[in-house]
């Protein structure tokens, strides 16, 4: 749902280091976006075309690598990937146990970006 | 198109979020100032359990509010008429709070005079409960006519609030909403929430939610 001021974080990020390296044009962005997060790809590429106008960035593509959900166990410190749609009662499948600690799946992280 | 280059750039839109929010945070304990996030649904009873709060505590501590309910001067005129400061932040159909914009709203205040600044965040269940604001502690409302199956649809929010409030239990027997079932829920997604009950029509239970919060605060200010 939020879109818009996730893609203006990702421009200003992204024309900060623009300006760091002298870059003329940035032709691509490479990011890593946690699977629990429900933007949707089209989307914020709609978005990022719109507010990057007249911009470094103005035309970029995004290019967006989705980071899977992985637990750790409390109890057992067994680490385990989780299937998003089957987030309702999710338990160690391990020890069995449901104290469970996040530990990727939220991430709006930019990796990196293709620049002349 | 010749010389295209890989620039690094290694940044999580989030840890810097979180960066700001700690930052916030430190400068709140230095005013002695408590910063509540009050996060529901739309409708579910933010500004009325801000006015039942404003009412109960104002005695003790002075208050302001941080108003952030999308594109209306309503709330923030509602709780001034009370005699408590209040400052509408301009969220222009974002759907969340961040600390950044947070900072911007806490920059209009005097925090020096004040104990308690409470943000009625946007209404939503999703996208406030990935956004630090930098708050001191985070509360959530769920009201009965939303269901009690609400914990198993938004885990985050459960997960990262420190109080729920459930309130219009005015509404209870109406439904087939069950306290019961609503707080194995909760508790299992955060066994150390506390949680109250309340009408915000009524007053009932109002009395545990000022309590706890005037409990933390005293912590806080000490
Ligand atoms: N029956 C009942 N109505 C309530 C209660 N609390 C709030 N309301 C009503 O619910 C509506 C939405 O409340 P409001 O505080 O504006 O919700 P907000 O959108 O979260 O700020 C208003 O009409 C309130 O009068 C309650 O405990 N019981
Ligand atoms: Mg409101
Ligand atoms: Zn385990």
Known sequence: MHELPVTQSILDVVLRHAERHQVKKIHAINLAIGALSDLQDEWIQSYFDYIGKGTLAEGAKLKIERVPVVFRCRACAGEFEADVREMRDITCPTCGKGDLELVSGREYYIKSMEAE | ?222
């Not at chain 2, 709330?75 to 159909?93: F, H, I, N, P, Y």
């Not at chain 2, 006519?145 to 309130?167: I, Q, R, T, W």
């Open chain 2, 1 to 222: 198109m010749s010389d295209v280059r890989l620039i690094e750039i290694k940044e999580d839109i989030l840890s810097d979020n979180a960066g700001l929010a700690e930052e916030l945070r430190r400068r709140l304990r230095e005013k002695k100032t408590f910063l509540l996030n009050l996060m529901s649904s739309p409708g579910s009873g933010k500004t009325s359990l801000i006015l039942r709060t404003i009412e109960k505590l104002r005695d003790e501590f002075s208050i302001g509010v941080l108003e952030a309910d999308i594109d209306s001067m309503v709330d923030a005129e509602k709780v001034a008429s009370r005699g408590v400061q209040a400052v509408q932040l301009k969220t222009g159909g974002f759907c969340h709070l961040d600390a950044a914009m947070v900072r911007t709203g806490l920059d209009a205040f005097d925090l020096d005079g004040l104990d308690l600044v409470i943000i009625e965040n946007v209404g939503n269940l999703v996208c406030p409960a990935e956004f630090d604001t930098g708050s001191t502690k985070n509360a959530m409302i769920l009201s009965v006519p939303e269901g009690d199956d609400k914990p198993l649809k938004y885990p985050l929010m459960f997960s990262v609030c420190h109080a729920l409030v459930v309130n219009k239990v005015d509404y209870l027997g109406l439904s087939d909403f069950s306290m019961e079932l609503l707080r194995e829920r909760v508790k299992k997604l955060n066994p150390d929430i506390s949680l109250f009950e309340a009408s915000c029509k009524t007053g009932q239970g109002i009395d545990g939610w000022t309590d706890w919060l005037a409990g933390e605060m005293r912590k806080h200010l000490k």
